[in-house]
Structures are given as structure tokens and as C-alpha cells.
């Protein structure tokens, strides 16, 4: 007796991917249509709870405070980007444990923070505090 062996191959398991393929390009489509209206122009900051929220302290020694265009009062005296690297440090000096205080209008440009970050970091400064609300008298 011998076994008759099937001539017909086993079939492999097909698995379709066509409904996928047409799922990436539909959600490729709405990327491409929806992209030009993202806003990139500047970077919205989150609030923080009301338990996160802390103090500023009015009598701080190191107030900047950046204005919608991009004018800079340092302790109340206006200066230049060029010139704040070297004032700062020359505060440093004078009180090397503040943490300087960062009043940064909403509608001034992202590229003037990153400015003021370099030149802090420039006169040594590890932390700075950004104070979202400025108080009335500091604008």
C-alpha cells in the first residue's frame, strides 16, 4: 500500500493590505491640507493651576522685562541686546545668589526670549524665574 501524496500545494495565508495602504494616504492627504494652517509663529505658554502658581516678589533686585517690541528695561532702565550681557553680569557681580526675573510680553517675538536666555546664560545666570502676568507698575 503505498501513500497517495496530494498534488496540491498548500496555500499560503494571503493577507490583504489594500484598505491600509488607502488609510495612510487618506491621513497623508489631511496633513498636507491642514499643515499651512497650523499658527508657527510663536509658542503658547501653559498656565499654571492655582496651587503651582508662586509669589513674585515685588522687590526682586533683577527685573527684565521684555516689551511687545522688543524693547528691554533692565531694572527699569531701558538698554539694547547688545549691551545686556555685560549688564547683567556686572549685576551678577553685585548679587551673585539672585534669580533674575523675566517680565516677557505675549505678543513680543520668541526670538528676543532666546536672546535674553543667551545673555543670561553669557553673565553667568543658571535659573531664571518667567513671570507670564507682570505686575501694573513694571510695564
Not at 517690541?69 to 549685576?91: C, F, W, Y
Not at 526675573?101 to 518667567?130: C, I, N, R, S
Request: aromatic content about 6%; cysteine-free; overall charge negative.
Amino acid at each position: 500500500m503505498r501513500h497517495k501524496r496530494s498534488a496540491t500545494p498548500i496555500e499560503e495565508p494571503v493577507i490583504n493590505i489594500t484598505p491600509l495602504i488607502d488609510v495612510v494616504f487618506v491621513v497623508l492627504i489631511m496633513f498636507i491640507l491642514i499643515a499651512p494652517l497650523v499658527d508657527k509663529e510663536g509658542v503658547e505658554l501653559a498656565r499654571g493651576g492655582e496651587g503651582e502658581a508662586r509669589e513674585v516678589k515685588e522687590t526682586s533686585p533683577i527685573a527684565l522685562v521684555v516689551k511687545k517690541n522688543s524693547d528691554l528695561l533692565l531694572n527699569r532702565t531701558q538698554v539694547t541686546m547688545e549691551e545686556l550681557p555685560l549688564r547683567l553680569k556686572q549685576i551678577k557681580e553685585t548679587y551673585p545668589q539672585a534669580v533674575p526675573q523675566l517680565f516677557h510680553d505675549k505678543l513680543a517675538p520668541f526670538g528676543t526670549y532666546q536672546e535674553v536666555k543667551l545673555a543670561m546664560e553669557f553673565a553667568g545666570f543658571q535659573e531664571m524665574e518667567l513671570v507670564l502676568e507682570p505686575p501694573s507698575q513694571t510695564q
